[in-house]
């Protein structure tokens, strides 16, 4: 079973900076997808940003030379480091991890509980 804990969220003002920080509760080595969604009022989940076990990196158009997703592997912990913040990344952000079983030809996903960054104009 994985646990992911998010921290790192609050109020910011608009072009301002946040960093949020996913830890996990195992090594994150195993660990195939680690990423950061989010889900604001009235709208569905998306995917802000993913990295794979090898640091391949994939951002939404919209956070793409504003946000940068990274990991470390010695505090088995993931990142996302918010730039340039607009009032539409308003949202409450979820770390995710997917666990690719191959033995068993299945896959686990885990979510964190959560943490709210409002960005005000």
């Known amino acids: 079973q994985v646990q992911l804990v998010e921290s790192g969220g609050g109020l910011v003002q608009a072009v301002g900076s946040l960093r949020l920080v996913c830890a996990a509760s195992?090594?994150?080595?195993?660990?195939?997808?680690l990423g950061w969604y989010r889900q604001a009022p009235g709208k569905e989940r998306e995917l802000v940003a993913i990295?794979?076990?090898?640091?391949?990196?994939n951002y939404t158009n919209s956070v793409k030379g504003r946000f940068t997703i990274s990991r470390d592997n010695a505090k088995n912990t993931v990142d996302l480091q918010m730039n340039s913040l607009k009032p539409e990344d308003t949202a409450i952000y979820y770390c995710?991890?997917?666990?690719?079983?191959?033995?068993?030809?299945?896959?686990?996903?885990?979510w964190g509980q959560g943490t709210q960054v409002t960005v005000s104009s």
């Open positions: 990295i794979t076990t090898d640091g391949t990196t």
């Open positions: 195992v090594s994150i080595s195993s660990i195939n997808f």
């Open positions: 995710t991890g997917v666990v690719i079983d191959i033995s068993r030809r299945d896959a686990y996903d885990y």
